[in-house]
């Protein structure tokens, strides 16, 4: 059934992606079961199945046998690094129902696993201008009950630690929940733009970290990043603008 989605996935992308550099992290429909983590049997060959699809496309891994990366872009004088996050084949079970999960406090559990961790660590440590860090899962909301980095408080607060350390801007990009948002928990940002194809709910979301409120229907996610400033917006289908932030480095 996955490798069939993805042959069907084929008619739909546009032409034009063959064209353009491509970047991509998977979730849990990539991963091949709802809400799944590493207790799910056919990860390995979900893997190379997505691998098969995406490097069609051009797009790298640059750790083996990984589905994290790292990026590093130079635009004229900056330096500007995007790493993209497996919180998929390495994260503990979660507790609950979906739609009312809880937090795990097991101090064992994980999302990114110890050797995701100990990369993204050196990663964050590298003398650049601006990170743009893709988690598939959101990481500053706390007050709905479906997956997010939350349902881990040990794992969050230690990705949130990290961030603040390094004293460089970083700007987290995330999907999975069928609505955008722009959220901020002190001086960080994070844009949430899914999904482009499929809408759940109309029903208005708030959370303590979002800014105005969360769009329910389909909708997609622009990053502009130039020399001095990266924009972020979030577009309904028709490309109207629904929200936008701005952070300078």
Known sequence: NLKMAYEIQKTKLPNWLNNIEIMSIWDDHDFGKNDAGKDYQLKEKS???????WTSYGAEFNVENQTYFSKLVEIKSKKILFLGLDTRFYRSKLIGKSGSYIKND?????????????????????????????????????????????????????????????????????????????YKFQEIYEVTSSSLNMSFSKNEEIDKYSIEKTYPEENFGILEINETYCNFSIHNKSGELINEGKLNY
């Open 47 to 53: 893997k190379e199945i997505f691998f098969d699809f």
């Open 106 to 182: 097991d101090n064992s559990a994980t999302i990114l696993g110890k050797d995701q961790w100990f990369w993204l660590e050196n990663e964050l440590s590298k003398k650049v201008d601006f990170i743009v860090l893709g988690s598939s899962i959101q990481v500053l909301p706390l007050d709905h009950g479906w997956e997010k980095w939350g349902n881990f408080e040990n794992e969050r607060n230690r990705l949130l630690k990290l961030i603040k350390d390094i004293d460089i801007n970083c700007l987290i990009i995330s999907g999975d929940r069928h609505r955008a948002g722009i």
